[in-house]
C-alpha cells in the first residue's frame, strides 16, 4: 500500500526566501505525482504534474522534481512571497490505480 | 484549462434533511470523480469514487445509504446526504479525472453545516 510523507509539516519563513517542500512516497511504481496548494476553505489548486518518466516540471517560481528510485519529490518555491501562504499537497497516483495517495500537506507562512 | 465546478459553495440545513451537492466538469469528460471529507486542519479523506453508469466504490466506514454518488453522465456526479446530523457537519469536496487524460482537478468545495 503506498504511503506519502511530506516534511516538514509547517514552515514559517519572511518572504523572499528560497523554499523546499518535501514529499516522499514508499513504492516507485508510480503513474505520476500532482502537486496542490489548498488556501483555507477552499479546494485544492494544482500546480505541477510530473508523469513518471519525467525528472522535473516548472511553472513561474515553483519547480518540481521527481527521483522515483529514492521514492522522493521536492517542491521548490524560488522568491517566496505573502501570498504564497497555503496548505501544499503532495498527490501521488500508483501505477494500476487511479486513486490517489495523498500527503498530510506542509502548512506555509509567508510573513512580510 | 481543466475546470470543475462545484456547487453549492456552503449550505445551512436543519436535522432530518438531506441536500445535494453536485460537481460538474465544464471542459472535459470525466470517467471517474472521486468525493472527500476534510476536516479542520486535516487532509482529505477519500469517501467514494463513482465511474460514470456504474455504482459508485464507498471507502470503509463510509455509510452508502447515507451518502448517495450519482455519476449519470460524463461531466455530472452528484453527493446527496441524506437525513444529515450535526456530525455530518464538514468539508466536503469533489474531483475528477479527465477521460485519457492525468491529473486531477478539484472543485472549490462545499461547507456544509447542521443544525
Known amino acids: 500500500k503506498q504511503e506519502v510523507t511530506q516534511i516538514p509539516a509547517a514552515l514559517s519563513v519572511p518572504e523572499g526566501e528560497n523554499l523546499v517542500l518535501n514529499c516522499s512516497f514508499t513504492?516507485?511504481?508510480?503513474?505520476?505525482l500532482q502537486w496542490f496548494r489548498q488556501d483555507p476553505g477552499k479546494g485544492l489548486t494544482s500546480l505541477l504534474l510530473i508523469q513518471s518518466s519525467q525528472r522535473e516540471q516548472t511553472s513561474g517560481r515553483l519547480n518540481a522534481s521527481l527521483d522515483k528510485s529514492s521514492g522522493r519529490s521536492t517542491l521548490y518555491i524560488a522568491a517566496s512571497q505573502p501570498g504564497d501562504s497555503a496548505t501544499y499537497l503532495c498527490?501521488?497516483?500508483?501505477?494500476?490505480?487511479?486513486?490517489?495517495?495523498f500527503g498530510r500537506g506542509t502548512s506555509l507562512i509567508v510573513h512580510p | 484549462g481543466a475546470v470543475v465546478s462545484q456547487h453549492p459553495s456552503r449550505v445551512i440545513c436543519k436535522s432530518g434533511t438531506s441536500v445535494k451537492i453536485e460537481c460538474r466538469s465544464l471542459?472535459?469528460?470525466?470517467?471517474?470523480m472521486f468525493w472527500y471529507r476534510q476536516f479542520p486542519k486535516q487532509s482529505l479523506m477519500l469517501m467514494a469514487t463513482s465511474n460514470e453508469g456504474s455504482k459508485a466504490t464507498y471507502e470503509q466506514g463510509v455509510e452508502k445509504d447515507k451518502f448517495l454518488i450519482n455519476h449519470a453522465s460524463l461531466t455530472l456526479s452528484t453527493l446527496t446526504v441524506t437525513s444529515a446530523h450535526p456530525e455530518d457537519s464538514s468539508f466536503y469536496i469533489c474531483?475528477?479525472?479527465?477521460?485519457?487524460?492525468?491529473?486531477?482537478?478539484f472543485g472549490s468545495g462545499t461547507r456544509l453545516t447542521v443544525v
Open positions: 513504492d516507485s511504481a508510480i503513474y505520476n
Open positions: 498527490a501521488v497516483r500508483s501505477g494500476g490505480s487511479y486513486i490517489p495517495t
Open positions: 474531483s475528477a479525472l479527465r477521460q485519457g487524460g492525468d491529473g486531477y482537478t
Open positions: 471542459d472535459f469528460q470525466a470517467t471517474t
